[in-house]
């Protein structure tokens, strides 16, 4: 057994620990050697003189009592009476705090303050701290690290990003100039048509590397923005396949499709998983066998979750392989067969499928195949509020005899958007409803029809919703119209960017029918004003 005076006097000389106890008022009673190593105050100075709170940085001391007496519902006076509460609840209180030595000097503590009981009666506290410089400099030094390898990281994706748009101008020229030598008049010589093939197959290869760079780029700054929203598997199938079976007919490949004879809905970005979807067919294409077999498939990998499949009859790959598979700029030894490649696009496919809230993964077996499966989460098919949309139409006014109809027009991708958008229209008399399933068309069919208000989704394919009303704005053709935004991207964040770029209004999926017809209201009402001014 230790004896207590050879205790107390070990505790009382220890330099490396502040040892620090008060009576149950608070006031120190005890101050050993290491807290006057730390604090620079001798002994005498401070016992029956002051508390630990006077000792203490006075707005962390205010802001810890205010956070206690909200924490225990009960005033409590600022200083040290606020730790001696929660200690006297029996609970041993670590915290870090700032210890203000003699010579105002300031350094980062942590401190563990426990009631001293006498029976059931307080007789004070003790307070045990120790100096928390070191950590704290560590901390500071790591945060700038990191910040210093963000920063970095940020600048290497913005040269990235903006040289590939550099990289596009005398692109676009070599391949230009190409092409108008390739088909004009006298027609090349057979060594000039060699040399121009060439320049062409060379250059589109650069022109799909600085595409898939620029992407990944794009990715990897968090510039990315998604529209999630529930997709009909089968209508994105569709249009892949109607893309991509040409390149495996002439390849000699045949391609099996499912046949969903069940509607199939996952929450998904329709661009980015046609994006996704495309570039694993084309996958399955260009590394299989002559006369091989791609087989997409779908299944239910769970309740929750849809399973997309794309199984091909290629060379398979080996384990080792298998392990470098999402790595950039790795071809997993194929740079030097037939095929072309940047080895970046399933890097892209595997961020965006997480982007999604997906999963990517791929079972192989060499001189046998590979399945490449992505795991998505499973939805409802969208339901259209058709007895809000009565109730909206009823409430409203009758159209008066004579009135104009109206032109809207809606620029989106998604088919059961615009058949959502459709039938609300058809509610309205007042209205009528031209659709674009692209930015590019909207453009075209808002300078070709002149609509009184434009309905523009964000998220679109090849040119983006922001984009396409910049075009508008600054066309003074079409710079009168109001446009309102409509998109899956429901962040207060995402509401702020469009409202700040110029949208009318911001409205988001799924479609709230009385906030929509307020705000077509809204702007047919801007259109009104304008002409009659």
Same mark, same amino acid.
């Given at each position: 057994m230790l004896k207590a005076a050879a205790l107390q006097t070990a505790i009382f000389n220890s330099a490396n620990f502040s040892i620090i106890a008060t009576d149950e008022k608070g006031i120190i009673q005890l101050f050993n050697l290491g807290a006057e190593r730390m604090l620079g105050y001798k002994a005498e100075e401070v016992v029956n003189r002051i508390s630990p709170s006077?000792?203490?940085?006075?707005?962390?001391?205010?802001?810890?009592?205010?956070?206690?007496? +909200?924490?225990?519902? $009960?005033p409590i006076a600022p200083g040290f009476e606020a730790l001696a509460f929660k200690a006297s609840r029996e609970i041993e209180d670590s915290y870090e705090l700032t210890y203000i030595r003699k010579d105002g000097s300031r350094f980062p503590a942590v401190v563990s303050i426990t009631a001293l009981r006498d029976g059931d009666r307080i007789i004070g506290y003790l307070l045990i701290g120790t100096d928390n410089s070191v950590r704290k400099?560590?901390?500071?030094?790591?945060?700038?690290?990191?910040?210093?390898?963000?920063?970095?990281?940020?600048?290497? $994706?913005?040269?990235? /990003?903006?040289?590939?748009?550099?990289?596009?101008?005398?692109?676009?020229?070599?391949?230009?100039?190409?092409?108008?030598?390739?088909?004009?008049?006298?027609?090349?010589t057979p060594a000039q048509r060699r040399s121009l093939d060439q320049i062409l197959k060379a250059g589109w290869y650069l022109l799909e590397l600085i595409n898939e760079v620029l992407d990944l780029a794009l990715i990897e700054s968090g510039k990315v923005t998604l529209?999630?929203?529930?997709?009909?598997?089968?209508?994105?199938?569709?249009?892949?396949?109607?893309?991509?079976?040409?390149?495996?007919?002439?390849?000699? +490949?045949?391609?099996?499709?499912?046949?969903?004879?069940?509607?199939?809905?996952?929450?998904?970005?329709?661009?980015?998983?046609?994006?996704?979807?495309?570039?694993?067919?084309?996958?399955?294409?260009?590394?299989?066998?002559?006369?091989?077999?791609?087989?997409?498939?779908?299944?239910?990998?769970?309740?929750?979750?849809?399973?997309? /499949?794309?199984?091909? $009859?290629g060379a398979g790959l080996s384990a080792e392989q298998l392990a470098q598979l999402f790595q950039p700029f790795n071809r997993l030894d194929k740079g030097a067969g037939a095929e072309e490649g940047t080895g970046i696009g399933l890097v892209v496919t595997k961020?965006?499928?997480?982007?999604?809230?997906?999963?990517?993964?791929?079972? /192989?077996?060499?001189?046998?195949?590979?399945?490449?499966?992505?795991?998505?989460?499973?939805?409802?098919a969208p339901k259209f509020a058709a007895a809000q949309a009565e109730q909206a139409a009823a409430s409203r006014p009758p159209v008066a005899d004579g009135a104009p109809v109206r032109t809207l027009l809606y620029v989106e991708d998604n088919p059961a958007n615009l058949e959502l958008v459709e039938q609300l229209i058809a509610r309205r008399p007042d209205l009528r409803l031209l659709c674009a399933a692209d930015a590019e068309l909207g453009v075209e069919f808002a300078r070709t029809?002149?609509?009184?208000?434009?309905?523009?989704?964000?998220?679109?394919?090849?040119?983006?919703?922001?984009?396409?009303?910049?075009?508008?704005?600054?066309?003074?053709?079409?710079?009168? +119209?109001?446009?309102?935004?409509?998109?899956?991207?429901?962040?207060?964040?995402? +509401?702020?960017?469009?409202?700040?770029?110029?949208?009318?209004?911001?409205?988001?999926?799924?479609?709230?029918?009385?906030?929509?017809?307020?705000?077509?209201?809204?702007?047919?009402k801007f259109t009104a004003t304008k002409e009659a001014a």
């Open positions: 006077d000792i203490h940085d006075p707005q962390e001391v205010m802001a810890r009592a205010h956070a206690l007496s +909200i924490e225990l519902k $009960t400099l560590v901390e500071s030094k790591l945060n700038d690290a990191m910040a210093a390898a963000d920063k970095a990281n940020r600048a290497k $994706t913005d040269f990235i /990003s903006s040289m590939s748009h550099e990289l596009r101008t005398p692109l676009n020229a070599i391949l230009g100039f190409a092409q108008l030598i390739e088909s004009g008049s006298p027609a090349p529209s999630r929203e529930p997709l009909s598997l089968a209508e994105v199938m569709l249009e892949c396949r109607a893309m991509i079976e040409p390149q495996a007919q002439r390849r000699g +490949i045949g391609m099996t499709f499912p046949g969903l004879t069940v509607p199939v809905f996952v929450n998904a970005d329709r661009v980015r998983l046609k994006q996704v979807l495309i570039n694993l067919l084309f996958n399955a294409i260009k590394y299989n066998r002559p006369g091989g077999s791609v087989v997409v498939e779908c299944a239910a990998a769970d309740a929750d979750t849809i399973r997309l /499949s794309v199984r091909d $009859t961020r965006l499928v997480e982007l999604m809230g997906g999963v990517i993964g791929v079972d /192989s077996t060499p001189s046998v195949g590979s399945a490449f499966w992505v795991d998505l989460r499973r939805c409802a029809h002149r609509p009184d208000l434009i309905l523009m989704d964000i998220n679109l394919p090849g040119m983006g919703g922001i984009e396409a009303m910049e075009l508008l704005h600054a066309d003074p053709l079409t710079a009168h +119209i109001p446009i309102l935004a409509l998109s899956a991207n429901a962040v207060p964040h995402d +509401i702020a960017k469009g409202l700040q770029a110029g949208f009318f209004d911001y409205l988001t999926k799924p479609i709230k029918v009385d906030r929509f017809m307020e705000a077509l209201d809204a702007a047919l």
